[in-house]
T-cell receptor, first 114, second 112 residues
Framework: GAVVSQHPSWVICKSGTSVKIECRSL??????MFWYRQFPKQSLMLMAT?????????EQGVEKDKFLINHASLTLSTLTVTSAHPEDSSFYIC??????????FGSGTRLTVV | KQEVTQIPAALSVPEGENLVLNCSFT??????LQWFRQDPGKGLTSLLL?????REQTSGRLNASLDKSSGRSTLYIAASQPGDSATYLC???????????FGKGTKLSVIP
């Protein structure tokens, strides 16, 4: 089945620095990938839709300059949290797949900004 | 705007019991519905996918049903085991969308 790999699993960074999270489709090509954010005891909130070779589509209220998304190949999308602050600490998850066959999710990245 | 509700928010059952998790959605114009499992601090594992034209799907001890007209889906778990303890998420894809809308999940605890 479709496999999505997300890296790193966790990261701790200092306030003001940037952090990059990678999402790879291992055995299929993904023209579209999705980035979610999950707060404790809350459901997943879609942040943006990553489109290969073009700009990402951001959901309302998500700062595109803070959460930079790059989808340069059919198997890799990256999310960069720029100038991270403690309020950016969260669990970030990516997904990819086929609309008809269902989406597969990465293992998530726990970001802690200190 | 699609809204997905899962009841109950948490459920605790003794091992071996059969149980049902509920999911309701406000817009019946869906493309498919997917049930996921999430372990603490982990990503999502897809359990079952039901297309809008289907009534149910089965995988092992899991059975998911879909009543699109009433905006409801259920996930039935037979003979529950401690290893089934996790949060179960229901997600709906609209008929004109490529995005999933998630419920807040049901946290299941199976007591040995």
């Amino acid at each position: 089945g479709a496999v999505v790999s997300q890296h790193p699993s966790w990261v701790i960074c200092k306030s003001g620095t940037s952090v990059k999270i990678e999402c790879r489709s291992l055995d299929f090509q993904a023209t579209t990938m999705f980035w979610y954010r999950q707060f404790p005891k809350q459901s997943l909130m879609l942040m943006a839709t990553s489109n290969e070779g073009s700009k990402a589509t951001y959901e309302q209220g998500v700062e595109k300059d803070k959460f930079l998304i790059n989808h340069a190949s059919l198997t890799l999308s990256t999310l960069t949290v720029t100038s991270a602050h403690p309020e950016d600490s969260s669990f970030y998850i990516c997904s990819a797949g086929d609309r008809g066959a269902g989406y597969t999710f990465g293992s998530g990245t726990r970001l802690t900004v200190v | 705007k699609q809204e997905v509700t899962q009841i109950p928010a948490a459920l605790s059952v003794p091992e071996g019991e059969n149980l049902v998790l509920n999911c309701s959605f406000t817009d019946s114009a869906i493309y498919n519905l997917q049930w996921f499992r999430q372990d603490p601090g982990k990503g999502l594992t897809s359990l079952l996918l039901i297309q809008s034209s289907q009534r149910e799907q089965t995988s092992g001890r899991l059975n998911a049903s879909l009543d699109k007209s009433s905006g409801r889906s259920t996930l039935y778990i037979a003979a529950s085991q401690p290893g089934d303890s996790a949060t179960y998420l229901c997600a709906v894809m609209g008929s004109g969308s490529y995005q999933l809308t998630f419920g807040k999940g049901t946290k299941l605890s199976v007591i040995p």
